[in-house]
């Protein structure tokens, strides 16, 4: 890889094959290094694509916007830290499920860059430690502003779950819709796509998982009231 950021080209941040945050490896002033080679690259892009970025006014920033809109916006949960999630104890012993949702989550599909809208609803039955309703919100933000499949963004925001309030049980549902089938493709305006993943007491106890299938209708149905 030729890049001109030092933990880009010295391969520090690759190789492992995983879609995981960065923010450990970057040194100070390195991002803002790596958004102006960023910026650099898409300029050529353009050009290669004959957009005429000297003389057309609307264009000739684009490639700055562009840069700093992946690196700071929509791709951020690759180069940012994690939100801050304080967790706490516990202290009744809640063993009682419940659900936080919709979450909307905006990502883009790894294979085209495009965008992926759609909603997230997360189950908890809770395990020794428990985090802020909001914080599921922020947590799923961050995983999601990275190029994903939707298949694997559930599991990495399941794992990101998992090590902040160890739940006893846990589930994910993402319904989202591809902009890669929506805009290009097969011009499918309305296929959606839905999956899940339930682990722990929500994988192992069928009348759990139920139950948690729907609290998750019943949110569903109060957005249509
Ligand atoms: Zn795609």
């Known amino acids: 890889m030729t890049s001109t950021v030092p933990f880009v080209s010295n391969g520090v941040a690759n190789g492992n094959g995983k879609n ?44 700055e916007r562009v840069a700093k809109m992946y690196l700071q916006e929509v791709f951020k949960g690759r180069y940012h830290q994690q939100p ?15 659900t936080v949702g919709p979450i909307t989550v905006r990502s883009a599909c790894s294979h085209h860059l495009v965008p992926i809208m759609g909603n997230c609803w997360i189950g ?23 190029p994903h499949i939707q298949e694997e963004a559930v599991m990495i925001l399941a794992d990101e779950i998992e090590k ?3 739940p006893q049980g846990l589930g994910i ?11 290009r493709g097969v011009k499918e305006p309305q296929t959606s796509m839905v999956n899940s993943v339930v682990r722990g007491d929500f994988r192992h106890d069928p009348s759990l998982k139920q ?4 609290l998750v209708r019943q949110q569903e149905a109060l957005l249509s009231t």
């Open 211 to 214: 139950e948690f299938f729907e």
């Open 124 to 146: 908890i039955k809770p395990g020794a430690r428990g985090i802020g309703l909001s914080k599921f919100t922020r947590v799923a933000d961050w995983v999601f502003s990275r």
């Open 173 to 183: 549902i993402i319904k989202a819709q591809h902009y890669c089938m929506k805009w």
């Open 20 to 63: 995981d945050n960065i923010a450990d490896h970057l040194q100070p002033g390195e991002l803002d290094q790596l958004q102006v080679e960023v910026a650099d690259k898409v300029r050529d892009l353009l050009r290669s694509l004959v957009i005429d970025i000297d003389n057309d006014h609307n264009t000739h920033e684009t490639a």
């Open 164 to 166: 902040l309030c160890e």
């Open 84 to 98: 801050k999630v304080a967790s706490f104890p516990n202290v009744k012993q809640l063993d009682e499920i419940y």
